[in-house]
């Protein structure tokens, strides 16, 4: 039976980056500073305005399947088609294999093995109903099915307490890396590698394990390979989970789990095929085009969250959880905010009906404390909410800052704690309740 392959309106595999500087459009400079126990890359970069920035880190697995098939590593390779779609030119017997960004979707019934088809139509059917994550699938992939001898773990990832790039092997595959580490350390072989691939400690690690010679030797061209892949796409993760024995010599990628590193966006050509904007709702539309850092977190949260930066962005939600409080989402303005900027966010999450008051969290160090109090005197302004605001601003201009938050009549902490302004914002929150 002729194997399907994905169809020729995606486009050819994107051919492999080599690792140079970009073209005349951007501009960058890497510098790779190694001192005992540190590992530093610093990447000064020009970036042009009007180039596409990557909108996830994740690659879904057929996307990460075409990558691995660019590189030259055998792939299990199906079709591909959104929900709504007809399915035509199935391999049979196939795997309909949900898309989704994220784990345990196995588990969660997002794998169903199709003979027919009519059983094709209703593993489909059930694929499309199901929820992963709290998600429907995003579009699946039909995989011819395949006969496994054995299921290999074969992957690369960064050791962020060595700060250097780890590949990890065990022929032990199917489960997550977390847990076959916690269930079967022995089985499990992990080899630190530098800037250039080491074939010959590769193969004597390969050796622990009852593996023929035929199979190690593809072993390590895969892994050779994958390790060219991880440095030229900009990866953090890279893993194939299974690589499937399909008989006696022969290993396929069943299944690709790829991570990029955004900070190299702006060099990175565009792997992806499917849409990351189709299921946004309002917020996250609005959010995306005000170049907001905009996550809901689910769980029936009231109280709406705007940070000065990621790492006092999680502080500040972990706060609020922790007396008690029920935070709706995560918002970083990020840097160089404007006033406009700082608008928007405040008016989005006061016109979200299920938010009741919102914590503002910043620090005035490359933003100016005055611009973000413009933007929040704008947004109340604009909108005429009466819901809770408390601002704690520190910083450059914040005592400016200060004056218009009196004049707005909004509950603010001067000196004092993220805690402070917590628990004040939870009991104006019971008061009005």
């Known amino acids: 039976?002729?194997?399907?392959?994905?169809?020729?309106?995606?486009?050819?595999?994107?051919?492999?980056?080599?690792?140079?500087?970009?073209?005349?459009?951007?501009?960058?400079?890497?510098?790779?500073?190694?001192?005992?126990?540190f590992f530093i890359t610093l990447v000064v970069a020009r970036v042009n305005p009007n180039e596409k920035r990557g909108i996830t880190l994740d690659l879904y697995e057929a996307e990460g399947i075409r990558l691995l098939r660019a590189y030259g590593i055998p792939v299990n390779e199906g079709v591909l088609y959104e929900p709504g779609q007809p399915p035509e030119n199935?391999?049979?017997?196939?795997?309909v294999k949900a898309q989704v960004l994220g784990g345990k979707r196995g588990k969660a019934g997002g794998v169903k093995f199709a003979e027919t088809p009519e059983e094709l139509l209703a593993a489909v059917e059930a694929v499309q109903a199901t929820t992963i994550n709290g998600k429907p699938a995003d579009a699946l992939y039909l995989a011819p099915k395949l006969h496994i001898l054995q299921e290999h773990y074969l992957g690369l990832t960064i050791d962020q307490t060595d700060k250097t790039v780890l590949l990890l092997y065990s022929p032990q595959g199917g489960m997550d890396i977390e847990e076959l580490a916690s269930a079967a350390p022995d089985r499990l072989f992990k080899l630190p590698l530098g800037l250039s691939f080491d074939r010959a400690a590769v193969e004597e690690g390969l050796r622990r394990f009852e593996l023929s010679d035929a199979v190690r030797e593809q072993l390590c061209r895969i892994a050779e390979r994958l390790f060219r892949l991880f440095w030229e796409v900009d990866a953090t993760t890279a893993e194939i989970n299974p690589l499937a024995q399909t008989d006696e010599i022969s290993l396929v990628a069943a299944d690709a789990k790829?991570?990029?590193?955004?900070?190299?966006?702006?060099?990175?050509?565009?792997?992806?095929?499917?849409?990351?904007?189709?299921?946004e709702n309002e917020n996250e539309r609005k959010a995306r085009e005000a170049d907001l850092a905009y996550v809901e977190l689910g769980g029936g949260g009231n109280i709406g969250v705007i940070a000065g930066?990621?790492?006092?962005?999680?502080?500040?939600?972990d706060t609020i959880l922790y007396y008690g409080g029920r935070p709706f989402n995560f918002l970083d303005l990020g840097g160089g905010v404007s006033r406009e900027k700082t608008c928007a966010a405040l008016s989005l999450l006061l016109h979200t009906r299920e938010v009741e008051g919102v914590f503002v969290n910043v620090f005035g160090g490359i933003n100016n404390c005055l611009t973000i109090a413009e933007g929040i005197r704008d947004a109340i302004r604009n909108t005429g909410s009466r819901k809770p605001v408390m601002v704690k601003s520190r910083g450059f201009s914040q005592e400016e800052g200060w004056k218009i938050y009196d004049e707005l009549g909004l509950g603010q902490v001067r000196y004092g704690t993220t805690d402070d302004g917590v628990k004040l914002l939870l009991r104006r929150l019971e008061a009005k309740a």
Do not use: W
């Not at 400079?29 to 126990?37: E, Q, V």
């Not at 199935?90 to 795997?95: K, S």
């Open 1 to 37: 039976m002729k194997r399907n392959v994905l169809p020729a309106a995606l486009g050819a595999p994107p051919s492999p980056r080599p690792f140079s500087p970009p073209d005349g459009k951007t501009a960058y400079l890497r510098i790779c500073l190694t001192f005992p126990g």
């Open 309 to 317: 930066g990621a790492g006092i962005g999680m502080a500040t939600v």
């Open 258 to 279: 790829i991570v990029l590193d955004d900070n190299a966006a702006f060099r990175r050509k565009d792997y992806t095929i499917l849409s990351r904007r189709k299921r």
């Open 90 to 95: 199935v391999p049979l017997p196939c795997a």
